[in-house]
Structure formats: C-alpha cells, structure tokens
C-alpha cells in the first residue's frame, strides 16, 4: 500500500537532506502531520523565507541577515588576523571556544576530486581580495579530511607568495573529524598549537 502523494512527496523532502533516510523521513512526515496548524504554517513560512533573509557577508562568506556580518563589523575584533573554514557551522563552533578574536574567511566547501570541486568552485578570490597591508597572519582551518588538507595546502601555496605568515590549526582535531562536532576544549587546544606552512 502507497503512502497518499502529499505525504510521499513530504517523506521526498526529508529524505534529500543529509543524514536522514527512509525510516527517519517517515518518522519527520508523521511528526509533522500530528503537529497542528499554527506549528506547520511558522515551520513552512521559515522554510519558505529562509533564502530572502539570509545572506552571505560580501566580505567573509558567513550567513548574516546584512550584507555584511557581524563580526565583520565589529571593530573591536583584532582585524589582522583571518581564519579561513570550510562552512559557516565552523565560524560559530570556533566562536563557542572564546578565545578567537580574529576575523573568519569562509570557503563554502573544500577541493574534492571526488566532488569535481575546484579551487574556482571555493570562496577564494574574495578571501585574497581582503589580504592587504593590515593582515599580518591567515590561519588555515579547514577539516582534518582528505579534502580539507587538500585545499590547506593548496591555500598555504598561493599565501607563500605572500608577505604573510599562515598556520595550519593543530590536529588536535582526529583526522576525518569535521570542525563543529569538536567540543570547545579540543578547538582551543587546535587553535593554540597552530603551526606556520
């Protein structure tokens, strides 16, 4: 027996997005269903409204409701030094550890000869754009993955031409991990034992 279109295309729906499958679109669909109208009509308009109130920075790639985030606004952060991650889930799991007080360059993803991303598919461009006289240090803090170190070392190349000093996070970080799943004590730790590429 088929499930009725309406709910087989919601259960659609959930299983497009990462890490759910049958089962858990399903058990999504159900709960949806049993939630009353006033929860599913804010949940849709979120849904629906989600790509006209965020945006990425124009100077770092973060998600922010402006054109340009807040940190990026905040003069009182040290403007010398830019932290270059992956995804903006790594801004805010590097900003839980409190002791970054730099600005962050966001990529939007990694190399990935698997993916067919290249450095041309990355947020690269604006990130060296930004390096003028006032960035003294960029730190490299993409994931400790194949693709992750894979584009570190293609960035620390490019930076080298540079006047600039770059470092790499410290694999207190297991390889293959990803940057948000860490907890603030082992971001700190990566964080004060970056080495320089």
């Known amino acids: 027996m088929n499930y009725p279109r309406s709910f087989q295309n919601l259960v659609d ?14 058990r999504l669909a159900y709960y949806i269903l049993s939630m009353d109208k006033e929860y599913v009509d804010d949940f849709s308009k979120t849904l629906a409204t989600i790509h006209e109130n965020i945006h ?8 922010c409701e402006n054109e ?6 905040d003069e009182n952060r040290d403007q010398s ?17 409190k002791e970054y007080n730099g600005l962050y360059h966001v990529l939007h993803g990694t190399m990935s000869i698997i993916d067919g991303k290249t450095m041309d598919d990355l947020n690269i ?5 930004r390096l003028d006289d006032s960035i003294k240090e960029v730190i490299i ?6 693709d992750g170190e894979t584009t570190a070392l293609y960035l620390a190349k490019l930076l080298a031409k540079r006047d600039i000093n770059t ?9 293959g991990s990803n940057i948000d799943y860490a907890d603030e004590l ?8 970056r080495k320089k590429i």
């Open 68 to 73: 340009i985030c807040d940190i990026c606004m």
């Open 13 to 26: 729906c959930f299983k497009r997005l990462p890490g759910i499958g049958g089962k858990s679109a399903e």
């Open 125 to 129: 461009s604006s990130l060296f754009n």
């Open 141 to 146: 803090a993409t994931n400790p993955t194949r």
């Open 186 to 193: 082992t971001l700190l730790k990566s964080l004060e034992g």
């Open 56 to 63: 990425y920075c124009k100077k770092c790639g973060h998600i």
């Open 81 to 97: 030094v830019i932290c270059v991650v992956e995804e903006s889930k790594d801004v805010f799991a590097m900003e839980k550890v």
């Open 167 to 175: 470092s790499r996070i410290a694999n207190g970080l297991p390889i």
